[in-house]
């Protein structure tokens, strides 16, 4: 019966590491792209090595292959931090995994030099490929749950940066509407807004929805909820923005405004609503 090839392997990572790791920098280099660049500080890189040869480490003194269902795992948090950095850094999914792969490719070298593991270099070989190819699974998956938080949080950054609440006057507020209006951007425009209007106990709140590239229906029903549920904190809102064309849109669908007041333009909105509250604009 063959040996575990394990104890030879951690011998092999304890005593060929500064071989290893200059051949693994070697090729993330020939690799090109943002480690050519040196994104990466080279301390960093180091450490991000240095990381992950001590969680194969760890996982070969174990005996136990199954660091993937264990976050905590020394070589699952290498992986997981690897892939949140290079994330951050705009690295690709497959510079990402080359960090890996390259990392496979020199220890395989190394453990064919390695006269100690002559006798089991086939068994140490499938053994290295399989470790790190789940090392492989582990960082493509981190990688994409961390670049998803990112767009996430992007997103959220977004929405807040297109539905801005501004004071136009005194107990006058505006909200300019940019871009489609679903679900939960309609959401997040009704609370944003809703807390402008207890905030400032507004009398007049105008919408703006020049920026809206479709009126259909369905943002339509949004708009109206908003402008219910302002009107019951007692303002007055007047929706302006509304071109001839979306005007027949809107009637061909059935949409009712009739109980809002509305204007082509916000300079007519602004009028109205200067006039809603007793005061108008002369000449000096």
Request: include cysteine.
């Amino acid at each position: 019966m063959t040996a575990s090839p394990d104890p030879l392997l951690l011998t092999l990572l304890r005593r060929r590491s500064d071989s290893l790791s200059a051949r693994w920098q070697a090729r993330l280099k020939a690799s090109g792209g943002n480690y050519l660049r040196g994104l990466t500080p080279q301390t960093e890189l180091n450490a991000e090595m240095q990381a992950l040869l001590d969680g194969l480490a760890q996982v070969l003194d174990s005996g136990s292959e199954a660091f993937d269902r264990d976050p905590d795992h020394p070589l699952s948090a290498a992986l997981r931090s690897a892939s949140q950095v290079r994330v951050a850094r705009g690295f690709t999914p497959e510079e990402s995994i080359t960090f890996v792969l390259a990392c496979k490719e020199s220890l395989i070298e190394e453990l064919h030099e390695d006269v100690a593991l002559a006798d089991t270099r086939l068994a140490a070989t499938l053994h290295v490929e399989r470790l790190l190819d789940r090392c492989v699974l582990v960082l493509a998956s981190s990688f994409v749950a961390a670049r998803e938080e990112v767009i996430k949080r992007q997103s959220e950054s977004l929405r807040e940066v297109s539905t801005p609440v501004i004071t136009l006057w005194d107990s006058i507020l505006l909200l300019p509407l940019v871009g489609v209006v679903d679900s939960v951007r309609a959401q997040q425009i009704s609370e944003r807004l809703l807390e402008a209007i207890a905030a400032s106990e507004s009398e007049v709140t105008l919408i703006d929805v020049t920026g809206v590239p479709v009126m259909d229906t369905s943002v339509a029903r949004h708009i109206l909820k908003t402008v219910a549920a302002a009107e019951m904190l007692g303002t007055r809102v007047i929706l302006t923005g509304i071109s001839p064309s979306t005007a027949q849109t809107m009637v061909k669908l059935g949409i009712d405004m009739s109980g809002v007041p509305t204007r082509g333009s916000l300079k007519a909105g602004m009028a109205l609503a200067l006039q809603l509250t007793g005061r108008r604009v002369a000449p000096v």
